[in-house]
T-cell receptor
């Protein structure tokens, strides 16, 4: 157990809808990174939040957005869902962005039909 | 753009045999990570390699890092069925507070009796 939790575990949405995924960081961790893992591929970096501010973004369109709250929990929001958004979404928390002490959550499996 | 290449992508081996998975990357980085992923599960951290020449061992797995060659290896000794999983290497890059991981495609390992 890493202390990082995600909800929901599984989710099915329809193309064009919006979705919010949630992540609760390990206690004391002020940095959260989100990754998308399509089936059969390695995870891809979406963005990182540090102390409630976006702190780096990968090659994802603006319809992927995030929030980090004062208690360091966070959300990933995806608007206008597309079929290709079907994936496992992983969040990972760390202290001050030190990735050698980063812990991944169990993931949310999103299916877009 | 940083590229991370693993080979082989698929590996089927017999119990008791040895094998090495290779991870090449395209830009300077001193930090490389190895993860294990079981089907439908999240990422489990195996090794964190933080400098040139780093070598770490845990059970039947040993990882090494050569930053000059931009190469990491994951060596499997006397494989057992429990090692069957997908293995990812990931390279850290970016500024300290905005670092992120770029993952390889993964090596799907099957260990046969």
């Amino acid at each position: 157990e890493t202390g990082v939790t995600q909800s929901p575990t599984h989710l099915i949405k329809t193309r064009g809808q919006q979705v919010t995924l949630r992540c609760s960081s390990q206690s004391g961790h002020n940095t959260v990174s989100w990754y998308q893992q399509a089936l059969g591929q390695g995870p891809q970096f979406i963005f990182q939040y540090y102390r409630e501010e976006e702190n780096g973004r990968g090659n994802f369109p603006p319809r992927f957005s995030g929030l980090q709250f004062p208690n360091y929990s966070s959300e990933l929001n995806v608007n206008a869902l597309e079929l290709d958004d079907s994936a496992l979404y992983l969040c990972a928390s760390s202290l001050d962005g030190y990735l050698w002490e980063q812990y991944f959550g169990p993931g949310t499996r999103l299916t877009v039909t | 753009e940083l590229k991370v290449e693993q080979n082989p992508l698929f590996l089927s081996m017999q119990e008791g045999k040895n094998y090495t998975i290779y991870c090449n990357y395209s830009t300077t980085s001193d930090r490389l990570y190895w993860y294990r992923q079981d089907p439908g599960k999240s990422l489990e951290s195996l090794f964190v390699l933080l400098s040139n020449g780093a070598v770490k061992q845990e059970g039947r797995l040993m990882a090494s890092l050569d930053t000059k060659a931009r190469l990491s290896t994951l060596h499997i000794t006397a494989a057992v069925h429990d090692l069957s999983a997908t293995y990812f290497c990931a390279v850290e890059w970016g500024e300290t507070s905005g670092s992120r991981l770029t993952f390889g495609e993964g090596t799907q390992l099957t260990v046969n009796p």
